[in-house]
């Protein structure tokens, strides 16, 4: 499929993220671009718009893609504006007092979102994805590598949707009605994967990283992550079975950050090795750490 060729001058930025930067169009008002850094190959762009328009097609609330793009260096896409988003992270930044709500409501949302079938001719396995990326990690230990892989091996089979990436800043609310966004690693597999993304990045993020992706700090972001657990799993939250599925998955994301973070982020991988990410998987700097 061919990128359709935008140029940059039509458009005005107001944000971006790890992987790339958004605009507004200067003219039309109800489109928006989200454009990639040119470090992301043009395959990445063309699956994540491929799978937010099958995404938006299964009735998923979402936006409206419309086309895959480029300004002849970058790739990306235009999709329907939302106007007067708002992540529930800014919401909860602004208001602390709406965390515990707007919490609980993801937990509804991702519970949702997990009960629904996912067409595996379209989608990926989420857990066959993170495998990949351990698998061919140059900077992880054969011995770390190989043990991570056997957890992922050990998850339960399963098609459910995931979303990829659930985190207070991709759900976002626009006049009472509530969206998904940033659907590029959309898949399917075990929904203890959607829910152990969040849980690596609130215990193992520097804390001027979590404030730039989700406007809160560790703190806030942990409680976050507790009140949505206990809201989705119930009394089996304090359990101790589904306490050591989360510590072997929060390992399996914990790997997969020390891989992808530098790259997408630009920070030190010595930084990320903080106490809990080096206690967890056993990654100690200097001895382990190929950098």
């Not at 629904?116 to 990326?133: Q, W, Y």
């Not at 929904?191 to 406007?215: E, I, Q, R, T, V």
């Not at 950050?257 to 998987?281: E, G, R």
Request: proline fraction near 5%.
């Amino acid at each position: 499929m061919n990128a359709k060729l935008i140029d940059l001058k039509d458009w005005v930025p107001f944000g971006g993220g790890g992987f790339g930067d958004s605009f507004y169009h200067k003219t039309d008002d109800s489109v928006v671009l989200k454009l990639n850094r040119d470090s992301v190959p043009a395959q990445r762009a063309l699956m994540e718009f491929q799978r937010s328009k099958a995404v938006y097609e299964m009735g998923i609330p979402s936006a409206q893609p419309f086309d895959y793009v480029t300004d002849g260096k970058r790739y990306g896409m235009t999709m329907e504006r939302i106007r007067g988003k708002e992540s529930f992270g800014r919401i909860i930044a602004d208001n602390p007092h709406r965390l515990e709500e707007l919490a609980c409501t993801t937990a509804e949302y991702a519970k949702a979102l997990h009960s629904m079938p996912c067409d595996t001719e379209i989608f990926d396995s989420s857990a066959l994805r993170v495998r990949e990326i351990i698998g061919d990690s140059m900077t992880l230990p054969d011995d770390i590598k190989a043990r991570l892989i056997h957890y992922i091996d050990e998850l339960e089979p399963a098609t459910t949707c995931l979303h990829g990436d659930i985190n207070p800043c991709n759900i976002i609310m626009a006049d009472g009605k509530i969206y998904w966004i940033d659907l590029g690693d959309f898949g399917y597999g075990d929904p203890m994967l959607d829910f152990n993304h969040l849980s690596h990045m609130s215990g193992y993020a520097p804390n001027p990283l979590l404030k730039k992706l989700f406007h809160m700090d560790r703190k806030m972001l942990s409680r976050f992550y507790d009140v949505m657990g206990r809201h989705y799993y119930g009394p089996r939250w304090d359990g101790p079975e589904l306490k050591e599925r989360m510590s072997r998955i929060a390992q399996i994301m914990a790997g997969e950050a020390v891989c992808l973070w530098p790259q997408a982020y630009h920070v030190n991988l010595p930084y990320l090795q903080n106490k809990k990410i080096l206690t967890s998987i056993n990654l100690f700097i200097g001895d382990h750490i190929r950098v």
